[in-house]
């Protein structure tokens, strides 16, 4: 009998060191995970070495249906007797289940820190589909490390990030088995001229009801202005409450400093940010604004008052408004209503004046806005949208006269959208008291793409028609075409009796030194207290600044011609007949005038 015993302990001592130190124990170890452990699928390709000293695996695939994970590794190595694991390029898919258990009673958490051993993962990567949003880590890298039998400590490192604004993200965590005793969270932004970090320390109880304690700053930079904001938060998870201070600072060109002050708070149906008070532009603007979890909606009120124009826009005189808003967040709708007020604007030299913006906005996109002022009244009504798509007509009157001595109401029409601006323009005369010798004045303008403006100008319809289409992006005059056709000239030099046309074309810069402009204006006979004039005809040629014009008539030449710098040079020449009178007789002039001197003070001009 004792024979039988040493020879079953032998067996079994063989058995055990070939499990120890052949392969067999690796194959033994695998077939028993591939049994399924915990609700994880498991399927191992290769297994080499033994249990003893160290075993790997290669083409390890681990699934979990429940949790939605999916783990696929390169290869696998393990130290029993440092009790330590490496996975090299574990690729990690999370989808988690859209069905969620309401039933689960929330529990207190506890850390096998024990029994997990050292684990490294290195080249690895991230799939995790989080809500409508898709995360991808492009390489990741982590380590867990044991520090005493109830601590340890967990490193974890995610970059080349995809779906979020983030470039890395780093999260350094000290356990035990009831708590996160210290956790530190650093993230880096991206972008080609933003530059953003985001550092948060905190400490988590795993026990209900799972205290919280945050202090978090984040800081947004670029080429020209800067922006942080900090974060105390503190209170518990499960259930949800929470409280906590914001503060930030923040300075730009056209802003100036820009300092916040809130209030948070939490619970397990909302998040509200109260007590708000913002200051800039010499103003303040202080309000709330409360997020509900399960309608994924936002409110907010919010009031500004105090705000200096002239530090955001190129007038001067003080703003203030209203606003109440309701968004839907999943379904992008919303309602809001607006009222601002403008106070003392400076637009006008020597005048200042008020003006009201009123606008509402529903959920199924209908939109208002209303300018009311001395100076503009003006109309907009369509729709629009979170998107920035916009449908609006306008409608309105600009009171010309306030800037334009003698100028008529100009009325406003047209239609606004995110790519083009068309308005029609119409006044019943042209400035001045001359502009009242004639009839109505109409413009059409087109913006399309932001940037190419076509301009239609017809006055009396078709006594004076233009058009030009303009590159706004480079400043340039693709098109510029305008005619004159049949003007009594007794309207602009009352007893002067005859008719003008004329034609022009150019094309080139916006300014005059950049404009190019060729044209050609002729007369019929002139009549002046019963003396007549023959035909007279002019050629013009404008060049960047320098000018030429060339012609005459019966009995009379002229030259004349503007260099860039202003130097005038003029030459008439006067021969034959040049008057004729209703009766016969003629005035005839021979002879050469001639004039010479900068154009901007013509009365030193040397004739």
Known sequence: MKRKLLGAAAVLGAVLFLIAVTPIGPAALAHLLERGVGGWQISIGSRRGGLLYAFSFSDVYCKNPALGVTVNAEYLAAWPWSWEIDIQAPKVRIEPSTKADSTTAATDIELPLAFLPNL?????????????????????????????????????????????????????LALSPHRIDRGEIQAVGAGDSLRSDLHASFALGLKLPRPLQVDATATVETDSARGSLAAEIDGALTPLQLRGTLRGKGSAPAVSAVDLRGDIRANGTRLVVDSL?????????????????????LQTQLRGEGFDLALAAPFAGRAEFDL?????????????????????????????FDAEITGWHQPDGATRLDLQSPLLELVATGSSDLEGDYDLALKGALQAASFLR??????????????TLAL?????????????EFGPLAADLHLS?????????????????????????HSEIDTLVATVNGLAVERIMPGLDGRLDADWRGAGGLSLKELQLIGHIATSPLEYAAWQTGELALDVDWDQGAAKVSGGGPGVSVLAELDVDGHLTAQADFADTLLR?????????????RWEGLLEDLDAVQA
Not at 332 to 347: I, K, N, P, S
Not at 424 to 436: C, F, K, R, V
Not at 454 to 465: I, K, M, N, P
């Open 581 to 593: 009178g209703i009766d016969g007789a003629v005035a005839a002039l021979g002879g050469t005038l």
């Open 120 to 172: 490294n993962a290195t080249a690895g990567a991230l799939d995790w589909q989080l809500g409508e949003t898709r995360i991808v880590a492009r390489d990741w890298h982590g380590a867990y490390r044991a520090v005493a039998d109830t601590s340890a400590h967990l490193e974890l490192t995610l970059s080349e990030l995809q779906g979020v604004p983030l470039r890395s993200l780093t999260l350094d």
């Open 277 to 297: 008070l913002v200051s800039l532009f010499d103003g303040t603007l202080t309000g709330e604004a409360t997020y509900f979890f399960t309608r994924d909606s």
């Open 424 to 436: 029609q323009l119409t006044t019943g005369h042209l400035p001045g008291e001359l502009g009242e």
């Open 449 to 473: 793409a932001n940037r190419y403006l076509a301009a239609d100008l017809r006055l009396e319809r078709d006594l004076l028609v233009a058009r030009a289409d303009i590159d706004l992006e």
């Open 324 to 352: 109440a808003a309701g968004v839907q967040l999943q379904h992008r709708r919303y309602a809001a209503d607006f009222t601002a007020l403008l106070r003392d604007v400076d637009l006008i030299p020597d005048r200042q």
């Open 406 to 419: 003698g100028a008529a109401p100009i009325a406003i029409a047209g239609q606004a959208k995110p790519d």
